[in-house]
């Protein structure tokens, strides 16, 4: 049998995704957004946004938490041309088990019925969650200032019609003592009971005793010790987890093919919980971190940061490419932060982006002004430490597989 300090750990680190999402349906609730309903977003993310880490300047995002145990529910999804729409479909451990729109379902929209793992309903429009809580995010991308008004009547067809429920709960935050942590845990598994593929670790992490109704009364002064350690011991680990992989090339880290459907990588779905909760598959984009310094992978914002895209080596995607920079919160999130140009993200549909006589395409990075002949492809970065990240929409075979690699940043 595992001992309790290494239970303690498995059993934080599995169950993290669930308790984060709990958080997300709560504070939702607190702005007066219903379960069930869909929540429109109607201006781009800035630095006053910090409900969800690592968030996009590139699309509008309506958000929806669903509760299934009532009975199936009817989303109806507009038409968005050539548009780029995405609606994820995440279940109360993360994993996307369906993603609608551009990529899958085409630009014509249409109407589908999601049902719970319990519900005997067939059809060709029907999708099945292996959890009756249900995350639904949609990304309606906009093409610049000029093209907001549009991307806001796509994002008005997007609906959703279904039996009315409470939002259940309230539940723990991740930074609670064990004893409300686990006992929110245990009652969100109870709720959305893992698959069976999961047997091997919920026997690791039986001796905490969730399956059968967590009773912190239980455990002596010795097994608090221990079950403190393995919780203390699993924060430090996800902190330092992310979005990329484990190693870094040619300075940036590239996302595991397990992200946004994790199978039994339950450390890497609980650092993307913590780091990019609701990131989407590699094949609907693709998250690059440029490699930083120190304990925590940073950049240094006082100094200036070139990135160089040969003219013969165009990033290759279906849809568009964006990078950003984020602060650094002291429990591992990332949110953008204020600047003069109230530029988040910089990409292949800035206005006024400038290429070189040869075709080559230079970003500058840093929080000083690079100077007039480079304002237009400046992103400006926080007077101190940061993250960069890259985000690649639809992107083509050989990004995929690892074919074409991004050149560094490096320094001006």
């Excluded at 006053?48 to 199936?72: E, K």
């Excluded at 929110?184 to 005793?209: F, Q, W």
């Amino acid at each position: 049998m595992t001992d309790l300090r290494t239970a303690a750990r498995l059993a934080y680190v599995f169950t993290l995704p669930l308790m984060e999402v709990a958080s997300t349906r709560q504070r939702g609730q607190a702005l007066g957004h219903v379960m069930g309903v869909f929540s429109h977003v109607r201006r781009l993310a800035n630095h006053r946004h910090r409900a969800v880490t690592t968030p996009n300047n590139d699309t509008l995002y309506s958000t929806a938490q669903i509760d299934l145990s009532a009975g199936p529910v009817s989303i109806t999804l507009p038409p968005a041309g050539e548009r780029y729409l995405s609606l994820a479909l995440m279940d109360a451990y993360t994993n996307n088990f369906a993603i609608l729109g551009t990529r899958t379902t085409g630009p014509d929209g249409g109407t589908f019925r999601l049902v719970g793992p319990g519900e005997a309903v067939e059809g060709w429009n029907v999708i099945r969650a292996p959890t009756n809580h249900v995350w639904a995010l949609s990304r309606i991308l906009v093409d610049g200032p000029h093209d907001l008004e549009a991307a806001r009547e796509v994002q008005a067809g997007l609906s959703m019609q279904g039996p009315a429920t409470e939002t259940p709960g309230p539940y723990a935050l991740r930074s609670a003592d064990w004893r409300e942590y686990f006992d929110s845990a245990a009652a969100l598994m109870t709720a959305n009971p893992p698959p069976v593929t999961d047997l091997a670790i919920l026997r690791a992490i039986a001796p905490m005793g969730l399956a059968e109704g967590f009773d912190p009364r239980r455990f002596s002064e010795a097994d608090i010790a221990e079950i403190e350690a393995g919780v203390a011991e699993a924060r430090s680990a996800v902190r330092k987890g992310g979005l990329g992989g484990a190693s870094y090339v040619a300075g940036w880290s590239y996302p595991s093919s397990r992200l946004g459907d994790f199978d039994q990588d339950y450390a890497y779905r609980a650092a993307v919980a913590l780091s990019g909760l609701a990131a989407l598959p590699p094949a609907e984009a693709m998250y690059m971190r440029a490699e930083g310094h120190g304990a925590r992978d940073l950049l240094d914002g006082t100094k200036a940061w070139r990135l160089h895209f040969p003219a013969d080596q165009p990033l290759p995607v279906n849809s568009f490419w964006s990078l950003s920079l984020y602060e650094a919160t002291d429990d591992g999130q990332y949110f953008f932060t204020d600047n003069p140009l109230e530029r988040y993200a910089i990409g292949d549909r800035t206005p006024g982006l400038k290429t070189n006589a040869d075709g080559s395409l230079d970003i500058w990075i840093g929080h000083a002004d690079p100077g007039p002949e480079r304002a237009s492809n400046w992103l400006p970065a926080p007077a101190g430490p940061f993250a960069a990240f890259l985000r690649a929409y639809l992107p083509k075979p050989e990004l995929l597989d690892g074919h074409y690699r991004l050149p560094p940043i490096t320094e001006a």
